[in-house]
C-alpha cells in the first residue's frame, strides 16, 4: 500500500448514519501502520468549531451559512487536512464542501455559481495554479429522507438543519445526486437503508477497490 496521504469524506443527509463508520475505517487504517487524523466539518479547529455552533443554531439566511461554513473551511484545510495530508496521514473527515452544495445549495437555494466561487477561493491547494482539494474519495451514505426523519426523531435534540421536515431532505439529497453526477469517479453511493453490516461491507469494499487496505 502506498503511504502517500488520502483523503476521505463521508457524506450524506443527517439520520444516514454516516459517522458510526469513521472510527471503524480508522481503526482499519491504523491497523495498517497508518496515521490518521479523524475530523469533521463544519469544525475541526477551535475558530470552526466556534462558527459550527453559529451555523448549526442561530437563524440566517443561506449566503450567510455558505459564508461561515467556507470561512471555517479555509480554516480547517490550513490548520488541519493539509498539514495531515503533507505528512502522509490518512483524513477521514466527516462532511465536507459536497456538503455545502447539498445544504445550502439544494435544500436552501442558494445559487451554485456562488457555491463553486467560494469553492475555487477556499480550497486552492498551493502553490498556485496546482487545482483544488477535492477528496480522493467520498463516500455518500444514500438514505430515504422520510427514513432518516424516523431515525432523527428518536435521536438527541435536534440543531436547525436535523428539526427541518422531509421536503427539505429530499432537496439535500438531490443536491447530492446532482455532486456525485458531476463528480462520478470520486463518489461512491452507500446503500445507507439497510443493516450496519451490510453498510460497512459496502464502505470498506470501496476503500479496498481503491487498493489502500492491501
Known amino acids: 500500500m502506498g503511504k502517500g496521504g488520502i483523503f476521505i469524506t463521508f457524506e450524506g443527509i443527517d439520520g444516514a448514519g454516516k459517522s458510526t463508520h469513521i472510527e471503524a475505517l480508522a481503526e482499519v487504517f491504523r491497523g495498517r501502520g497508518r496515521t490518521v487524523t479523524v475530523t469533521r466539518e463544519p469544525g475541526g479547529t477551535p ?17 450567510t451559512e455558505a459564508l461561515l461554513v467556507f470561512a471555517a473551511r479555509r480554516d480547517h484545510l490550513r490548520q488541519v487536512i493539509e498539514p495531515a495530508l503533507r505528512r502522509a496521514e490518512v483524513v477521514l473527515c466527516d462532511r465536507f464542501s459536497d456538503s455545502s452544495f447539498a445544504y445550502q445549495g439544494g435544500g436552501q437555494g442558494l445559487d451554485l455559481a456562488v457555491l463553486s466561487a467560494l469553492e475555487r477561493w477556499v480550497q486552492a491547494v498551493e502553490p498556485p495554479d496546482s487545482g483544488l482539494r477535492h477528496p480522493d474519495l467520498t463516500l455518500w451514505f444514500d438514505l430515504p429522507p422520510a427514513e432518516a426523519a424516523a431515525r432523527l426523531s428518536q435521536a438527541r435534540a435536534p440543531d436547525k438543519f436535523e428539526a427541518k421536515g422531509a421536503d427539505f431532505f429530499a432537496r439535500v439529497a438531490n443536491g447530492y445526486r446532482k455532486r456525485a453526477d458531476e463528480f462520478p469517479l470520486r463518489f461512491c453511493r452507500i446503500d445507507a437503508d439497510r443493516g450496519r453490516a451490510a453498510v460497512w461491507g459496502d464502505v470498506q469494499g470501496a476503500v479496498e477497490s481503491r487498493g489502500w487496505l492491501e
Open 47 to 63: 475558530l470552526a468549531e466556534q462558527l459550527r455552533a453559529l451555523v448549526l443554531n442561530q437563524p440566517m439566511d443561506p449566503l
